[in-house]
């Protein structure tokens, strides 16, 4: 497909949306105010807004490599901020999706250039987690089991963070939650690690407020 027939889609969606629902675009630029910001993996096979049903404008998104929640990485933490404290969202989802090559690639010994610094924490979680996943003899169940496990951990990173903690003491209505996507069948499986609050998360990563 040629990059100008892009172009000439974007113009045939646009003429459909607008024909079927005449005031989305005008509602769209007035403001934005999704309940929801979603974190996912950048694969392509995993467009946020379709899987879930989801219009332009009500999924606030953010995507990287293996859909990781990281205390160091501005971008990430930037768009967490600006969708809790501006936008006032009312649920995080991170969503991760079985067979990813992120995952795969990380378990592996490979050299994968620069992506090797991106991908080092999940294999610091294989590592807390060896025991079980050396157990599945199947490399295939490894790679998806170790999927699950890499967003149960992001839950965790996002509940620590200081954003997630301070909306929390401030009594904000803010639930995040813990997804995954399966790519053979196109369904969401909830991995039920949600967190309403921080009674369940250790107190050091909690935040006073004044």
């Known amino acids: 497909m040629e990059i100008e027939e892009l172009l ?24 934005q105010a999704p309940k929801y910001l979603w974190i996912g993996c950048s694969d392509s096979r995993v467009p946020a807004n379709e899987i879930v049903g989801l219009l332009p404008g009500e999924l606030f998104v953010h995507r990287n490599v ?19 404290d501006v936008l006032k969202v009312e649920h995080i989802i991170v969503c991760g999706h079985y067979g990813c090559g992120g995952i795969k690639v990380a378990l592996e010994n490979t050299n994968a250039g620069i992506s090797d610094y991106w991908l080092r924490s999940i294999k610091d979680i294989f590592i807390r987690h060896r025991e079980e996943l050396q ?53 969401i499986k909830d991995l039920n690690v949600s967190h309403k609050g921080s009674s369940n998360v250790d107190n050091i990563y909690q935040v006073e407020t004044s």
């Open 8 to 31: 000439n889609m974007n113009q045939a969606w646009a003429k459909k949306v607008a024909q079927e629902q005449p005031e989305l675009f005008t509602t769209l630029a007035q403001q």
């Open 66 to 84: 293996a859909n990781l929640v990281k205390h160091v990485d501005f971008n990430c933490q930037s768009v967490i901020q600006y969708a809790v």
């Open 135 to 187: 157990n599945l003899n199947d490399e295939a169940a490894c790679v998806d089991r170790m999927c699950e496990i890499n967003v149960v951990e992001q839950v965790a990173n996002l509940a620590h963070s200081k954003i997630v903690q301070t909306a929390w003491q401030n009594n904000q209505t803010l639930e995040i939650h813990g997804w995954i996507y399966g790519i053979n069948n196109g369904v």
